[in-house]
């Protein structure tokens, strides 16, 4: 069964300081989404990748999908406290819609 | 507004009372899923439907029940909660038969089972 796997589980950074969050699939991934949840709240949807080295922004965020479709990045530029929170990237294991797994989600700290 | 919804958003409850978590949602999604989320677990995938009254287990499902009557509504049933139940809860929906389709996720559902 495909796995994906988050690193860094945690990170603290200071306030305008830029970050990446890795995202590792045990398989190929067919589809690559990103969604933020602020601690105890929903799931808010950033982005999905489809294409192999295909790349996607949003404000400061950026997210890549590399060219094996195995690994994805979120890269945040100038981090501000608003961009706290736990990061969870998605795959579809079937491509066919529906079910989603989950990597274990990587919570980010922003210090003023 | 496009959404997801669930009530209620706490719940306090003891050992062997039966609830049901509701779930609905205006997009008419034909899939519909339920998650649980715990600490160092990640979330992970308790039913799911693909449509009215198809319904199927993901990958916790011990202790759940579900219902697909309505393509709108997907109540998670407790039939007698146990302390290992405590959780927050997600439902989600999206459309299927297309290639990646975002899912919309509720707002959550903290369940504590004393």
């Known amino acids: 069964s495909q796995e994906l796997e988050q690193s860094p589980q945690s990170l603290i950074v200071q306030e305008g300081k830029n970050l990446t969050i890795n995202c590792t699939s045990s398989?190929?991934?067919?589809?690559l989404y990103w969604y933020k949840q602020k601690y105890g709240e929903g799931l808010i949807f950033l982005m999905m990748?489809?294409?192999?080295?295909e790349e996607k922004s949003h404000e400061k965020i950026t997210a890549k999908l590399d060219e094996k479709k195995q690994q994805s990045s979120l890269h945040i530029t100038a981090s501000q406290p608003s961009h706290a929170g736990i990061y969870l990237c998605?795959?579809?294991?079937?491509?066919?819609?529906?079910?989603?797994?989950f990597g274990q989600g990587t919570e980010l700290s922003v210090k003023p | 507004e496009a959404q997801v919804t669930q009530n209620p958003r706490y719940l306090i409850t003891v050992t062997g009372k039966k609830l049901t978590v509701t779930c609905s949602q205006n997009m008419n999604h034909e899939y519909m899923s339920w998650y649980r989320q715990d600490p160092g677990l990640g979330l992970r995938q308790i039913y799911y439907?693909?449509?009215?009254?198809?319904?199927d287990k993901g990958d916790v499902p011990e202790g759940y029940k579900v219902s697909r009557k309505e393509k709108r509504n997907f109540p998670l049933i407790l039939e007698s909660p146990s302390p290992n139940q405590t959780s927050l809860y997600f439902c989600?929906?999206?459309?299927?038969?297309?290639?990646?389709?975002?899912?919309?996720f509720g707002p959550g559902t903290r369940l504590t089972v004393l």
């Open positions: 398989k190929t991934l067919y589809g």
């Open positions: 439907s693909m449509n009215v009254e198809v319904t």
């Open positions: 989600a929906s999206s459309l299927i038969g297309q290639v990646q389709n975002e899912q919309f």
């Open positions: 990748l489809q294409k192999g080295g």
């Open positions: 998605g795959a579809d294991p079937y491509n066919q819609g529906g079910k989603l797994i």
